[in-house]
């Protein structure tokens, strides 16, 4: 499996990821967006066990995060934002979000200088909680009552990235 920074090429793959895992779904402009004013912020796993038949063989993307900085942050302070992560079911457990959040996380330290990463997750998904909170080490923040397009609560989290800079 190959992690490497999403190239705008990648969007339709990313977008048919997206549209396959989760019911928070974007136009293509607003991913092509991440992809050129944070190039260096989102992230895609590619299966590379099947090299490309031709030149053309799409890329097989079977996980991305998206992610930019928070342009206008209501605290004044510089920080990340997680915009959507996910991993088709064929190849979850592999640890390939934790790598994912990571390399996204270490970028945002590193180029943007941020202070902290921010991200809401709905209430009820179990698997995504246990990966912030007991894997990478984010905390709550808040509960932001029914952020969702159905009406569900979000949790808001955060993680310090001083340790990365
Ligand atoms: N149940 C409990 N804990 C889980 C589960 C699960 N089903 N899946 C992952 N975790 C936790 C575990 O602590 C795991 O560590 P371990 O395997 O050592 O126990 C840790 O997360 C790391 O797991 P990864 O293998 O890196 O996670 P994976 O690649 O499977 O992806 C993800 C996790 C992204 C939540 C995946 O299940 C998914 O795509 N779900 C659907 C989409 C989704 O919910 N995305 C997040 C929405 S929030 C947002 O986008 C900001």
Not at 25 to 46: G, R
Not at 67 to 72: I, L, R, T
Not at 113 to 133: E, F, M, Q, W
Request: proline content about 7%.
């Amino acid at each position: 499996m190959d992690i490497r920074v999403m190239k705008p090429s990648d969007i339709p793959h990313v977008q048919q990821a997206n549209i396959t895992n989760l019911p928070e779904n974007y136009f293509c402009k607003y991913y092509l967006y991440h992809a050129l004013t944070w190039p260096q912020l989102s992230y895609v796993a590619v299966d590379v066990s099947r090299p490309p038949k031709t030149p053309y063989d799409p890329p097989k993307i079977v996980g991305y995060v998206l992610a930019k900085m928070e342009e206008e942050p209501s605290d004044g302070i510089p920080h990340g934002h997680i915009t959507s992560l996910s991993v088709m079911r064929t190849h979850r457990r592999l640890g390939l979000a934790e790598k994912l959040m990571r390399q996204s996380q270490r970028a945002m330290a590193e180029t943007y200088g941020a202070k902290y990463v921010s991200l809401h997750v709905r209430v009820s998904n179990t698997a995504a909680l246990h990966l912030y909170r007991d894997t990478l080490g984010f905390n709550m923040d808040k509960i932001e009552a029914k952020y969702y397009a159905d009406g569900e609560d979000a949790n808001c989290m955060r993680m310090e990235l001083s340790h990365l800079r």
